[in-house]
Nanobody
Framework: QVQLTESGGGLVQAGGSLRLSCAAS????????MAWFRQAPGKEREFVAA?????????YYSDSVKGRFTISRDNAKNTVYMQMNSLNAEDTAFYYC???????????????WGQGIQVTVSS
């Protein structure tokens, strides 16, 4: 498994931006497929975005964040990022970084998870 540590969360006003970071250690980072999930209060955890190394760092987003969020990675820093723009109250959630050696986007496809970080958007 790989150890993942998220940072960059916090409180932001609606319409604002945040950038989440996830630092990885313990496995060759540039061979990991990375993703972000989130869990809002009272809801199940849901997929947000993924970046796949074996597809040339192709990215994939949930419909709810497409066009507003951007996932990226810096292999030299063993870090994956998620730039979140035009945030709204529905983006309020606990955000988790996850790593996988497979290509799916289901939770069960990911075998390493960070502790998560809170993002709160005030309206």
């Amino acid at each position: 498994q790989v150890q993942l540590t998220e940072s960059g969360g916090g409180l932001v006003q609606a319409g604002g931006s945040l950038r989440l970071s996830c630092a990885a250690s313990g496995r060759t980072f540039d061979r990991l497929n990375m993703a972000w999930f989130r869990q809002a209060p009272g809801k199940e955890r849901e997929f947000v975005a993924a970046i796949w190394w074996w597809r040339g760092d192709n990215t994939y987003y949930s419909d709810s964040v497409k066009g507003r969020f951007t996932i990226s990675r810096d292999n030299a820093k063993n870090t994956v990022y998620m730039q979140m723009n035009s945030l709204n109250a529905e983006d309020t959630a606990f955000y988790y970084c996850a790593a996988s050696l497979t290509t799916g986007i289901a939770e069960t496809d990911f075998d390493s998870w960070g502790q998560g970080i809170q993002v709160t958007v005030s309206s």
